[in-house]
């Protein structure tokens, strides 16, 4: 007997979740100062990467989503039950720390942002900013949560509106887009790798499996569709929505950051940007103080958004590697391992920032440790969606297959270069 598929809403609004919160996460404050950087130090000439990364991106977030609303069950659950353990702990070991140090730098961000804007001490902000994040993943439900989360998306069109506030050739633009000056130096690839790896990231893939299964959960009548395949045409079709809006927003956003500091750093000669922070700072004198309020303004809420993608995208795949109770619409009194490390790489990210440690060198290291994991990870998701025992008849179809294994294949390429930059320097 066919399981009756829940009620649609025919909205394409109500569609949007997941993916895109999962998209404009992507754009963290760390993600800022990778983008604001390639805009500062080469102009319109890496604009192109922005628009390359997205079928890639889109593709790769399609199959984890995928995955998750098939099976019932987030990534790491599925590679703890077809591939061997070892590989799982690695993977999630190395989630953890690539995540707690990324949170570190972004809780860092907005406590800078925060003093440029209103004063008084940034490590203060910082702490705020930091707990009040992890108070509202802990005893808020997930279904009110995400509707604060997908509010909080618009905090990004900051970016957007900072293009405006200053002269833009948008014929120069599109003639750098189209047409980039490409470059062998180290320096050159080594930035385009960082976009590469800031923008696929493997706390993306767990996040948004995972977030397909709490949608799952909190839809009444839906089941994995593994169980109940007469609900696949409307959720397949929402994931393709959810996640192509997600991803073009993200690369959209991305695109913006860059183009802001490449018209106003980079035609004035400042180069060396470090932190979004700095962005901020040295966006001032350039472009006036409302494309600076409007900038400093972008770090606080995309900090705010990405924060708890990075805790909960740990927390998921530690929960699915030890089969412990998790989801966002729990209580901590029932999901307490799931939590627990949710609190431990909050507050780890905001000790970090006291430690006299170079937050410039722990984001490379951050960077280094989720380009080596991405790899395997998504080759793994991509053996995952083509085992039938695994995906039942959903199993990824050809063109999908493609473009999944095109990007596995162009991160890879990505890693290999960052480790001849390393070499070489």
């Known amino acids: 007997m066919s399981t009756p598929a829940p009620p649609q809403n025919t909205s394409w609004l109500k569609k949007l979740g997941p993916g895109l919160v999962t998209g404009a996460a992507d754009d963290d404050p760390s993600g800022i100062a990778t983008y604001s950087q390639a805009g500062a130090q080469f102009g319109f000439d890496l604009l192109w990467t922005v628009l390359g990364t997205f079928p890639l991106m889109a593709a790769i977030q399609v199959v984890s989503a995928r995955i998750g609303r098939v099976t019932g069950h987030g990534l790491a659950t599925n590679i703890r039950q077809h591939y061997p353990r ?30 440029l804007l209103a004063g008084g001490p940034a490590k203060l902000y910082t702490v705020l900013f930091g707990v009040g994040s ?51 130096q180290a320096g050159y690839i080594t930035t385009v790798v960082a976009v590469f790896g800031t923008t696929i990231s493997p706390y993306l893939f767990f996040w948004q499996a995972s977030e397909e299964v709490e949608e799952l959960l909190a839809t009444p009548g839906a089941k994995p569709l593994i169980e109940a395949p007469n609900q696949a045409r409307a959720n397949f079709r929402r994931i393709k929505v959810d996640t192509s809006v ?28 470090q932190t979004a922070a700095q962005a901020a700072e040295a966006l001032r004198p350039v472009a006036g103080d ?51 490390i949710i609190a431990v790489s909050t507050l780890l990210g905001i000790g970090i920032g006291f430690l006299p440690v170079d937050p410039i060198k722990a984001l490379f290291w951050s960077a280094v440790i989720n380009g080596v994991i991405s790899v395997p990870i998504m080759a793994v998701m991509m053996l995952l969606s083509a085992n039938p025992k695994v995906m039942g008849q959903f199993v990824s179809r050809r063109r999908v297959k493609f473009l999944g294994w095109l990007a596995t294949g162009v991160m890879s390429i990505a890693v290999l270069a960052m480790f001849w930059t390393m070499a070489a320097g």
């Not at 070892?86 to 860092?108: E, Q």
């Not at 005893?139 to 069109?157: G, I």
């Not at 900038?295 to 900090?303: D, H, K, Q």
Request: aromatic fraction near 14%.
């Open 246 to 273: 997600g991803m073009g927003f993200s690369n959209l956003i991305a695109f913006f950051i860059m183009l802001t500091t490449a018209v106003t750093l980079h035609a004035k000669g400042v180069t060396d940007i």
């Open 86 to 115: 070892w590989l799982l702990y690695a993977i999630i070991s190395l989630l953890l720390a690539a995540n707690t140090i990324n949170i570190a730098a972004d809780v860092s961000a907005m406590g800078d942002a925060a003093a």
């Open 290 to 340: 409302f494309a600076f309020a409007l900038f400093t303004m972008g770090i606080v809420g995309t900090g705010l958004l990405a924060i708890p993608v990075l805790a909960g995208s740990a927390a998921y795949a530690f929960a699915g590697a030890f089969r412990w109770t998790n989801g966002l619409e729990l209580p901590p009194s029932k999901a307490r391992g799931f939590y627990s």
């Open 134 to 184: 992890l108070v509202l993943q802990v005893f808020v439900p997930y279904h009110r949560y995400v509707r604060f989360l997908k509010w909080l998306t618009l905090a990004l069109l900051a970016y957007v509106a900072t293009v405006f506030a200053v002269h833009v050739d948008w014929l120069e633009v599109a003639k750098g887009t189209l047409m980039p000056h490409l470059s062998f």
